[in-house]
């Protein structure tokens, strides 16, 4: 299974696979032809209350620990399993690039979801 992770700004390349969309708002300044997004799950994408909470964190050390935390709370809910679900089985049939326009995807949803779609 190969799950990578890109800036959703960065140009896309021919070994992308399925590129999807794992932010709630769309990208500023980007436009639909530009970004090539095949899928926009917004049941995985963090509640517009997480994400302001997760923004207003950012600077402080343990704020990632718990917006994981929170984030994997929000995905056990049965629209986002579901969710989930189908984005581990698009998975399972070839590669699949998770964007985001973040400037830190490491500390952000991307890192949480490649980890519970590549634990299985």
Do not use: C, N
Request: charged letters at 30%; proline letters at 8%; glycine letters at 4%.
């Amino acid at each position: 299974m190969t799950v990578r992770v890109r800036r959703v700004y960065e140009p896309p390349e021919p070994d992308d696979g399925v590129r999807v969309l794992v932010d709630r708002l769309w990208p500023r300044g980007l436009s639909k032809d530009a970004a090539r997004i095949d899928e926009w799950p917004k049941a995985l994408t963090p509640s517009t209350e997480l994400r302001r909470w997760h923004h207003a964190q950012e600077d402080t050390s343990d704020g990632y620990e718990e917006f994981r935390r929170r984030y994997e709370a929000e995905l056990a809910a049965p629209e986002a399993a579901e969710a989930l679900d189908a984005l581990r089985a698009l998975a399972g049939e070839g590669p699949v690039t998770l964007l985001t326009a973040t400037r830190s995807p490491a500390r952000s949803q991307t890192s949480v979801l490649v980890e519970l779609l590549t634990s299985d």
